[in-house]
């Protein structure tokens, strides 16, 4: 059995009780190294076989999983964040169903997530927006399915841009095209580790603020509105709102 397991966002104590658990039990771990909080492998058994993905290729990574499998031993896949996003583990799934290798996912927390409880914002503000994107600038990769920033951008969403603080003013340019130049946008570098910076601006000046902090690399972009002070109440909570686990008993203002 292979398990990928969603790491979180760095903070050890940021890993699901199950996660935790599949860690304490495997006999084998496969960490992408790159962003994978190391200290995670203290949750590990003390003969725990390791393995750091960042130094290995796809066929290299299947055939540990796979002799491992053959041994009978239980293999954690720890990805950063939540495996689901550019995790690369669909291309993993697909060679483990060829040799016929179980294997189950454990959520993780994203470091989309990890950055907004780091900047203490809602994502998704009453008035202002109810959608998140997310999304990453077309790099070395190629990848820009789904639209580019610019077309991203029109829509006036919460947006978390991955991977792409090295192009930090393309990707402002981008914005540019359909945000004014006022718009909040924050860098979230290394979100829940001990060495977290977080670097607020507009589109206007975060360019230079990202670069005179020397931050190039691991950081969460989020933009939008939504960091503004400008928003109309949750319907959930409006005395005057009832629902299902709240019926008849609002009271309304100047009772
Ligand atoms: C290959 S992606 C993996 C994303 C991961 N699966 C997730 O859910 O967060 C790596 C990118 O995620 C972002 N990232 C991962 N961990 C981060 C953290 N703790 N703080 C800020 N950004 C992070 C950065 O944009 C980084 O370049």
């Not at 960490?31 to 995670?40: H, I, P």
């Not at 979230?188 to 000046?205: C, M, N, S």
Request: hydrophobic share 40%.
């Amino acid at each position: 059995m292979v398990i990928f397991v969603g790491a979180g966002p760095g903070d050890v104590e940021l890993i699901t009780i199950k996660g935790m658990k599949a860690l304490e039990k495997a006999d084998c771990v496969i960490y992408a190294g790159s962003l994978v909080n190391e200290k995670l492998l203290a949750y590990c058994q003390k003969d725990v076989i390791t393995y750091n993905s960042a130094q290995m290729t796809l066929d290299e990574v299947i055939e540990v999983m796979h002799q491992m499998h053959q041994k009978g031993k239980k293999v954690v896949r720890l990805h950063t964040g939540d495996p689901s996003i550019y995790g690369a583990i669909k291309e993993q799934m697909d060679r483990l169903k060829t040799y016929n290798i179980p294997y189950k996912i454990i959520p993780g927390v994203s470091s989309f997530l990890g950055a907004a409880a780091a900047i203490k914002e809602e994502l998704t503000l009453p008035g202002v927006s109810q959608t998140v994107i997310i999304t990453r600038r077309s790099g070395r990769t190629g990848h820009n399915e789904g639209g580019s920033l610019k077309d991203l951008a029109k829509h006036q969403a919460t947006m978390s841009i991955f991977l792409s603080v090295q192009a930090i003013d393309e990707v402002v340019e981008e914005l540019l095209s359909a945000y004014d130049k006022h718009t909040p946008i924050a860098v979230v570098y290394k979100a829940t580790w001990e060495d977290e910076k977080i670097i607020r601006g507009t589109l206007e000046d975060i360019g230079k603020k990202v670069k005179a902090a020397g931050i190039n690399r691991f950081a969460q972009i989020l933009v939008g509105h939504f960091m503004a002070s400008h928003y109309e109440l949750s319907k959930l909570y409006d005395e005057n709102f009832t629902h299902g686990y709240r019926t008849g008993n609002s009271k309304k203002k100047g009772d």
